[in-house]
């Protein structure tokens, strides 16, 4: 039953590393799309 707990906990930490690093990599996105915002964004697409 520790094992599954573990397993649990594990997992939980792991989403949540990976919320925070999709957070922070959104926010880096916004800043480096507001200091570039001279260059079209159709370009990009």
Sequence with gaps: M???VFAVQFIAV???AVLILACFAGS???Q???STHTTPR???D
């Design 32 to 34: 480096i799309d507001s």
């Design 2 to 4: 520790s094992s599954f």
């Design 42 to 44: 159709s370009q990009q």
């Design 14 to 16: 792991l989403t949540s």
């Design 28 to 30: 880096l996105k916004e």
